[in-house]
């Protein structure tokens, strides 16, 4: 081999590795420019994951409130029902002692009168006897008597409750 094809070749090779070189530095920028888009992008979903990561402690916090808020009604609600129901309970009682009242005060009217019936019954009963029974015969005596007592009124009981 003579030195000039051993310096042509060596020329040939520095222009492949020129090549290769450029290549290479092309590729590198062009991975470069890549990694900075990867860079990015890491950024930005490191962005949106703690804005997700904050929306949804802030969705908690929420959600803890709004439980908070219901078990607050549902006490309160359970608390006007028991008010509810207690002053259902007092009514009721009320209106039971005022319906016993009322029973007892017709039931009192239904004796009285059965009673008074009764006691028609037995003075009209006195009556037809005293009606039935034959007039007594009339003393045969001429000379007049005065009586000492007092005349009777019959039946006035009867008739007052009438």
Do not use: W, Y
């Not at 000039?4 to 070749?9: D, G, K, R, S, V």
């Not at 860079?39 to 994951?49: E, V």
């Not at 007892?104 to 009606?131: G, P």
């Amino acid at each position: 081999m003579n030195a000039n094809t051993f310096l042509t070749n060596i020329s040939k090779s520095l222009h492949t590795l020129e090549d290769q070189n450029n290549s290479l530095s092309i590729t590198s920028d062009k991975n470069e420019l890549k990694l900075q888009e990867i860079h990015k992008s890491i950024i930005n979903l490191t962005t949106l994951i703690q804005q997700q990561s904050n929306s949804i402690n802030g969705h908690f916090e929420l959600i803890e409130e709004n439980v908070d808020q219901l078990k607050l009604n549902q006490n309160n609600m359970l608390n006007n029902i028991n008010e509810i129901l207690s002053n259902i309970m007092t009514v009721s009682e009320e209106a039971l002692l005022a319906s016993s009242t009322r029973l007892d005060i017709e039931l009192n009217n239904t004796c009285d009168q059965s009673l008074f019936k009764q006691v028609d019954r037995n003075a009209n009963d006195q009556r037809d006897q005293e009606l039935v029974k034959p007039p007594k015969p009339a003393p045969k005596t001429t000379k007049k008597r005065k009586s000492n007592l007092k005349p009777v009124f019959r039946n006035t009981r009867s008739r007052a409750a009438k």
